[in-house]
Protein backbone atom coordinates (compact mmCIF):
# COMPACT_ATOMS: atom_id res chain seq x y z
CA UNK A 1 0.00 0.00 0.00
CA UNK A 2 1.02 3.85 -0.48
CA UNK A 3 -0.17 6.22 1.72
CA UNK A 4 0.43 10.25 1.02
CA UNK A 5 1.25 11.96 4.72
CA UNK A 6 -0.11 15.64 3.72
CA UNK A 7 1.66 17.97 6.47
CA UNK A 8 -0.61 20.87 7.11
CA UNK A 9 0.60 21.61 10.72
CA UNK A 10 2.66 24.59 9.96
CA UNK A 11 1.27 28.61 10.70
CA UNK A 12 3.40 30.25 7.64
CA UNK A 13 3.59 33.43 9.11
CA UNK A 14 6.04 34.58 5.77
CA UNK A 15 3.12 35.11 3.85
CA UNK A 16 1.53 37.31 6.23
CA UNK A 17 -2.08 36.50 5.16
CA UNK A 18 -3.54 36.17 8.82
CA UNK A 19 -4.27 32.03 8.56
CA UNK A 20 -2.04 29.45 7.47
CA UNK A 21 -0.78 29.66 4.04
CA UNK A 22 -2.05 25.94 2.84
CA UNK A 23 -5.72 27.55 3.81
CA UNK A 24 -5.12 30.51 1.41
CA UNK A 25 -7.85 30.91 -0.83
CA UNK A 26 -6.36 30.46 -4.53
CA UNK A 27 -9.30 31.19 -7.17
CA UNK A 28 -11.68 30.06 -4.76
CA UNK A 29 -9.86 26.94 -3.44
CA UNK A 30 -7.69 26.50 -0.79
CA UNK A 31 -3.88 25.81 -1.46
CA UNK A 32 -4.25 22.43 0.49
CA UNK A 33 -7.21 21.00 -1.77
CA UNK A 34 -5.05 21.32 -4.52
CA UNK A 35 -2.49 19.51 -2.73
CA UNK A 36 -5.20 16.46 -1.64
CA UNK A 37 -6.55 16.65 -5.15
CA UNK A 38 -2.66 15.35 -6.73
CA UNK A 39 -2.72 12.25 -4.24
CA UNK A 40 -6.12 11.63 -4.22
CA UNK A 41 -6.22 11.44 -8.09
CA UNK A 42 -2.80 9.48 -8.43
CA UNK A 43 -3.88 5.91 -9.27
CA UNK A 44 -0.85 4.38 -7.32
CA UNK A 45 -2.12 5.82 -4.14
CA UNK A 46 -4.18 4.05 -1.77
CA UNK A 47 -4.92 6.57 0.91
CA UNK A 48 -4.36 9.80 2.72
CA UNK A 49 -3.21 11.22 6.26
CA UNK A 50 -3.50 14.75 6.85
CA UNK A 51 -1.35 15.78 9.87
CA UNK A 52 -3.56 19.07 10.80
CA UNK A 53 -3.15 22.26 12.76
CA UNK A 54 -6.07 21.71 15.67
CA UNK A 55 -8.19 24.30 14.59
CA UNK A 56 -8.65 23.46 10.84
CA UNK A 57 -9.19 19.13 11.47
CA UNK A 58 -13.13 19.82 11.23
CA UNK A 59 -12.41 22.02 7.58
CA UNK A 60 -10.09 18.99 6.51
CA UNK A 61 -13.53 16.71 6.71
CA UNK A 62 -15.20 19.58 4.86
CA UNK A 63 -12.98 19.72 2.48
CA UNK A 64 -13.13 15.69 1.51
CA UNK A 65 -16.98 15.90 1.07
CA UNK A 66 -17.14 19.51 -0.68
CA UNK A 67 -14.30 17.83 -3.19
CA UNK A 68 -14.59 14.05 -3.37
CA UNK A 69 -11.61 13.28 -1.84
CA UNK A 70 -12.49 9.62 -1.61
CA UNK A 71 -8.60 8.13 -0.36
CA UNK A 72 -8.81 10.99 2.38
CA UNK A 73 -8.95 8.56 5.00
CA UNK A 74 -7.49 10.25 8.28
CA UNK A 75 -7.06 12.96 9.84
CA UNK A 76 -4.63 13.37 13.17
CA UNK A 77 -3.17 16.82 14.83
CA UNK A 78 -0.24 18.26 14.14
CA UNK A 79 2.67 19.25 16.71
CA UNK A 80 4.34 22.39 17.70
CA UNK A 81 7.52 21.57 15.30
CA UNK A 82 8.03 20.18 11.70
CA UNK A 83 9.76 16.92 13.94
CA UNK A 84 6.92 16.50 16.26
CA UNK A 85 4.46 16.55 13.36
CA UNK A 86 6.03 14.00 11.62
CA UNK A 87 6.14 11.81 14.47
CA UNK A 88 2.60 12.52 14.67
CA UNK A 89 2.32 11.73 11.10
CA UNK A 90 4.02 8.37 11.54
CA UNK A 91 2.70 6.43 15.18
CA UNK A 92 -1.05 7.42 13.38
CA UNK A 93 -0.42 4.71 11.28
CA UNK A 94 1.19 2.15 13.16
CA UNK A 95 -1.96 0.22 13.42
CA UNK A 96 -3.01 0.95 9.64
CA UNK A 97 -0.36 0.07 7.51
CA UNK A 98 2.36 -2.40 7.36
CA UNK A 99 6.53 -2.14 7.61
CA UNK A 100 6.64 -2.59 3.85
CA UNK A 101 4.56 -0.15 3.01
CA UNK A 102 5.57 3.14 1.38
CA UNK A 103 4.62 5.99 3.05
CA UNK A 104 5.03 9.68 1.57
CA UNK A 105 5.63 13.04 3.44
CA UNK A 106 4.23 16.07 1.66
CA UNK A 107 4.05 19.90 2.80
CA UNK A 108 0.79 20.74 2.53
CA UNK A 109 1.55 24.48 0.74
CA UNK A 110 3.40 22.26 -1.83
CA UNK A 111 0.28 22.21 -4.09
CA UNK A 112 2.67 22.45 -7.57
CA UNK A 113 3.64 18.72 -6.99
CA UNK A 114 3.11 16.25 -10.43
CA UNK A 115 1.88 12.94 -11.09
CA UNK A 116 6.23 12.15 -12.13
CA UNK A 117 7.52 13.37 -8.78
CA UNK A 118 4.96 10.99 -6.85
CA UNK A 119 5.15 8.00 -8.65
CA UNK A 120 9.40 8.29 -9.23
CA UNK A 121 9.55 8.82 -5.07
CA UNK A 122 7.71 5.35 -5.12
CA UNK A 123 9.69 4.02 -7.49
CA UNK A 124 13.17 5.12 -6.09
CA UNK A 125 11.95 4.10 -2.63
CA UNK A 126 10.84 0.62 -3.39
CA UNK A 127 14.02 -0.12 -5.27
CA UNK A 128 16.35 0.80 -2.36
CA UNK A 129 13.93 -0.49 0.38
CA UNK A 130 14.34 2.22 2.92
CA UNK A 131 13.69 5.77 1.28
CA UNK A 132 13.76 8.23 -1.63
CA UNK A 133 13.22 12.17 -1.75
CA UNK A 134 12.52 14.58 -4.64
CA UNK A 135 16.01 16.12 -5.70
CA UNK A 136 16.93 18.63 -8.25
CA UNK A 137 20.37 19.94 -9.41
CA UNK A 138 21.69 22.88 -8.11
CA UNK A 139 21.90 25.34 -11.06
CA UNK A 140 22.74 29.13 -10.27
CA UNK A 141 26.19 30.53 -9.25
CA UNK A 142 26.57 30.26 -4.88
CA UNK A 143 28.54 30.95 -2.21
CA UNK A 144 28.12 30.90 1.60
CA UNK A 145 27.12 33.66 3.04
CA UNK A 146 29.43 35.32 5.87
CA UNK A 147 26.57 35.07 8.75
CA UNK A 148 22.83 33.14 8.57
CA UNK A 149 20.58 35.98 8.44
CA UNK A 150 19.06 37.01 5.16
CA UNK A 151 20.85 38.11 2.18
CA UNK A 152 18.81 41.18 2.34
CA UNK A 153 20.54 42.04 5.61
CA UNK A 154 23.08 44.72 4.29
CA UNK A 155 25.89 43.74 6.79
CA UNK A 156 25.73 39.83 4.71
CA UNK A 157 28.13 39.14 2.04
CA UNK A 158 30.25 36.26 0.48
CA UNK A 159 33.43 35.81 -0.16
CA UNK A 160 33.34 31.59 -0.43
CA UNK A 161 32.17 30.23 -3.17
CA UNK A 162 30.27 26.73 -3.35
CA UNK A 163 30.76 24.14 -6.05
CA UNK A 164 27.06 24.25 -7.00
CA UNK A 165 27.76 20.57 -8.90
CA UNK A 166 28.42 19.57 -5.05
CA UNK A 167 24.67 20.64 -4.06
CA UNK A 168 21.43 18.74 -4.24
CA UNK A 169 18.14 20.28 -3.34
CA UNK A 170 16.00 18.00 -1.85
CA UNK A 171 12.34 18.55 -1.47
CA UNK A 172 9.20 16.75 -0.87
CA UNK A 173 7.67 14.48 -0.81
CA UNK A 174 9.93 12.02 0.60
CA UNK A 175 8.91 8.48 0.95
CA UNK A 176 9.43 5.62 3.03
CA UNK A 177 9.57 1.77 3.99
CA UNK A 178 7.05 2.74 7.12
CA UNK A 179 9.32 -0.25 8.95
CA UNK A 180 12.25 2.12 8.46
CA UNK A 181 11.19 5.59 9.27
CA UNK A 182 8.94 4.39 12.45
CA UNK A 183 12.09 2.36 13.51
CA UNK A 184 14.38 5.69 12.69
CA UNK A 185 12.38 8.29 14.54
CA UNK A 186 12.07 5.49 17.80
CA UNK A 187 15.27 4.85 17.71
CA UNK A 188 16.34 9.30 17.65
CA UNK A 189 14.06 9.30 20.64
CA UNK A 190 15.65 6.52 22.84
CA UNK A 191 19.49 7.92 21.78
CA UNK A 192 18.18 11.59 22.42
CA UNK A 193 20.04 12.66 19.01
CA UNK A 194 16.31 13.96 17.89
CA UNK A 195 16.61 16.45 20.05
CA UNK A 196 20.19 17.46 18.39
CA UNK A 197 19.59 18.37 15.12
CA UNK A 198 17.52 20.95 13.28
CA UNK A 199 14.09 19.71 13.38
CA UNK A 200 13.85 18.08 9.80
CA UNK A 201 14.08 14.30 9.05
CA UNK A 202 16.88 15.10 6.66
CA UNK A 203 19.15 16.47 9.11
CA UNK A 204 17.87 13.76 11.96
CA UNK A 205 18.92 11.11 9.01
CA UNK A 206 22.19 12.71 8.34
CA UNK A 207 23.02 13.10 12.46
CA UNK A 208 22.21 9.22 12.30
CA UNK A 209 24.64 8.15 9.68
CA UNK A 210 21.64 7.35 6.76
CA UNK A 211 21.88 7.20 3.27
CA UNK A 212 18.92 9.78 1.49
CA UNK A 213 18.43 8.51 -2.07
CA UNK A 214 17.55 10.57 -4.82
CA UNK A 215 14.59 10.86 -7.01
CA UNK A 216 13.72 12.65 -9.82
CA UNK A 217 12.36 16.38 -8.75
CA UNK A 218 11.29 19.80 -10.74
CA UNK A 219 12.34 23.13 -9.91
CA UNK A 220 8.91 24.27 -10.42
CA UNK A 221 7.91 22.17 -7.20
CA UNK A 222 7.44 25.42 -5.29
CA UNK A 223 6.89 25.23 -1.49
CA UNK A 224 4.17 28.59 -0.93
CA UNK A 225 6.16 30.26 1.76
CA UNK A 226 6.17 34.28 0.52
CA UNK A 227 2.85 35.87 -0.60
CA UNK A 228 4.14 36.34 -4.06
CA UNK A 229 4.44 32.40 -4.56
CA UNK A 230 0.84 32.53 -4.54
CA UNK A 231 0.19 34.72 -7.32
CA UNK A 232 2.35 32.67 -9.48
CA UNK A 233 0.11 29.50 -8.25
CA UNK A 234 -2.47 31.32 -9.33
CA UNK A 235 -1.08 31.27 -12.96
CA UNK A 236 0.15 27.91 -12.80
CA UNK A 237 -3.40 26.92 -12.29
CA UNK A 238 -5.00 29.35 -14.89
CA UNK A 239 -3.08 27.85 -17.27
CA UNK A 240 -3.69 24.17 -16.64
CA UNK A 241 -7.73 25.20 -16.93
CA UNK A 242 -6.78 26.84 -19.99
CA UNK A 243 -4.78 23.73 -21.77
CA UNK A 244 -7.68 21.36 -20.35
CA UNK A 245 -10.23 23.68 -22.37
CA UNK A 246 -8.24 23.71 -25.07
CA UNK A 247 -7.87 20.18 -25.02
CA UNK A 248 -11.54 19.60 -24.49
CA UNK A 249 -12.11 21.83 -27.88
CA UNK A 250 -9.86 19.71 -30.09
CA UNK A 251 -11.55 16.19 -29.06
Request: charged share 20%.
Amino acid sequence: MNVAVILAGGVGSRVGAGIPKQFIEVLGKPVIAYTIDAFNSHPVINAILIVCVKPYIDYIWELKEKYGFGKLAWVTEGGSTFQESMINGVNSLSDKVKKDDTVLFHFAASPFVTSEIIADVIRVCKEKGTNAISATDYLLLSGRKKNNSSVSDPDNYTDEYIDRDTIAVMNSPHAFQYGYISDLYKKAILTGVIHTVEPHTTTLMYAMGEKIYFSYGSQNNIKITRKEYLELFEGYVLMKQRHAESHKKSE
